[in-house]
């Protein structure tokens, strides 16, 4: 059984930045690669994805902000988040599309709060 294991989330304050991992428990193949956060009250959105070839996309409200990068030989994505906002307090979860089903991460939190 594949698990996503995430890191770097925590309480920051407005402008600050943090940077999440989220690496595979197993070398596995891996399509793209995304984050997603969940704000409470609000549905699943995307934040962010990135393909084996490196193609990346982004939700309009992080871009310039946000960097999404990977390490496919750690089967590992990292996402750099950068003049962070109070709007960007979520629970962020990784995600892993493996062309016949994907796997998520446990999430975790991320509060943009003086």
């Known amino acids: 059984q594949v698990q996503l294991v995430e890191s770097g989330g925590g309480l920051v304050q407005p402008g600050g930045s943090l940077r999440l991992s989220c690496a595979a428990s197993?070398?596995?193949?891996?399509?793209?690669m995304g984050w997603y956060r969940q704000a409470p009250g609000k549905e699943r959105e995307l934040v962010a994805t990135?393909?084996?070839?490196?193609?990346?996309k982004y939700a309009d409200s992080v871009k310039g902000r946000f960097t999404i990068s990977s390490d496919n030989t750690k089967s590992t994505v990292y996402l750099q988040m950068n003049s962070l906002t109070p709007e960007d307090t979520a629970v962020y979860y990784c995600?892993?599309?493996?062309?016949?089903?994907?796997?998520w991460g446990q999430g975790t939190q991320v509060t943009v709060s003086s």
């Open positions: 197993q070398s596995i193949y891996i399509h793209t």
């Open positions: 990135i393909t084996t070839g490196g193609s990346t």
């Open positions: 995600n892993f599309d493996y062309g016949k089903g994907d796997y």
